[in-house]
């Protein structure tokens, strides 16, 4: 029988955190007002889906659900990035298009056509593409059942969950850095700097060194990795 990765200190210490984050992010932002349009209404749509993502993430993990909680990387991730991209990218017309057609839009377009968009957005400092390249295939495994997923359950004696305490830990952080970027855009949307700041000091004030680093690495346990954006 594979040993509970969730009698681990570092474990619970991370879940406690991530507890944490998401209830100051919360705090901080419920009830805030900002001037409604459609495309700051879509945006701030996505990033709040989002923040739900986090939080189910979240409650999966405190359940011991790991698969169905790594599974939901992909849509968290995928939320933050639509509503960038309508903030920051998306035509008058797409806009339009998508307010008063919904899916039937086409919009967002292809990710390829969204992460190249998103490349030309001179306050992030790092490439969307080359995002798109590293962390997709991954957070696609997770949410389909690919190798990594299946891998996990195999072991040599039995058929169970056997993620390592390191993997718990890096899902959350990776949740948690997303949900930092979510509800930082979320604040910029509103036009509130100072809730960007606010959000940015509790974050640093629970993860310390490794706030705002995001990667899906085990190793970022012991070396944190560069952040997508400056947060």
């Not at 210490?13 to 700051?40: M, Q, Y």
């Not at 952080?173 to 700097?193: P, V």
Request: with cysteine.
């Amino acid at each position: 029988m594979a040993e509970n990765p969730f009698d681990e200190p570092m474990v619970q210490d991370e879940l406690d955190k991530a507890l944490r984050w998401v209830s100051a992010s919360r705090e901080i932002l419920d009830g805030v007002d900002f001037v409604t349009t459609p495309r700051v209404r879509i945006s701030c749509s996505y990033h709040r889906i989002s923040m739900e993502h986090q939080t189910a993430i979240l409650m999966l993990t405190q359940g011991q659900i790991m698969a169905s909680a790594k599974a939901l990387l992909r849509p968290q991730f995928d939320t933050f990035i639509r509503g960038v991209w309508v903030m920051e990218a998306a035509t008058e017309e797409e806009i339009r298009d998508y307010h008063q057609k919904g899916v039937k839009s086409g919009v967002p377009p292809r990710y390829e056509i969204v992460f190249k968009a998103l490349d030309t957005v001179e306050r992030f400092d790092t490439s969307f593409s080359d995002l798109h390249k590293k962390f997709l295939p991954l957070l696609h495994d997770f949410t389909h059942g690919g190798i990594h997923q299946v891998g996990a359950f195999n072991s040599r004696d039995s058929i169970e969950s056997n993620f390592s305490p390191e993997d718990v830990i890096v899902t959350l952080r990776a949740s948690a850095t997303l949900g930092l970027l979510a509800c930082n855009e979320l604040a910029g949307n509103c036009q509130r700097e100072d809730l960007s700041v606010r959000l940015g000091e509790s974050h640093r004030a629970i993860y310390g060194l490794d706030h705002g680093k995001f990667d899906l690495e085990p190793g970022i346990v012991q070396s944190p990795q560069k952040p997508i954006s400056q947060v």
